[in-house]
């Protein structure tokens, strides 16, 4: 009887799973192209997942997250690579995306991973 509920609860976790990664969605909070030295963030706190901004290969992005008190991470992310990611876990905050050089006229997006 204990096998049976055992291979049952693992059943209905399973089933859940799916559900629950769906809840997860990643939204822009500000694209658009050139704009070197442009900071944007998300309009207001929430729970943030992951941080990513879309841009043209080789230019220089940082991506952080400010706390409800008013600080931002010391430690951003910064780089080159496209697309250029931060993972932060769960957490409230505003997530940022920093365009320090980037004016080539490609399309950039930023998005957070919300839940």
Do not use: F
Not at 18 to 41: E, I, L, M, R, S
Not at 82 to 92: A, D, E, I, S, T
Request: with cysteine; charged share 15%; hydrophobic share 35%.
């Amino acid at each position: 009887m204990k096998r049976a509920v055992v291979l049952a609860s693992v059943g209905l976790l399973a089933a859940a799973l799916p559900a629950t990664a769906a809840a997860y969605t990643w939204q822009v909070y500000a694209h658009g192209q050139d704009g070197a030295g442009g900071k944007y963030a998300t309009i207001g706190y929430g729970p943030r997942e992951n941080n990513r901004v879309y841009h043209q290969e080789g230019t220089l992005w940082w991506l952080y997250y400010c706390n409800t008190d008013g600080s931002c991470d010391v430690n951003p992310v910064m780089g080159t690579v496209n697309p250029l990611v931060m993972n932060r876990g769960n957490g409230y905050a505003r997530a940022v995306c920093w365009n320090k050089n980037d004016n080539s006229g490609v399309v950039w997006t930023c998005q957070t991973l919300d839940p």
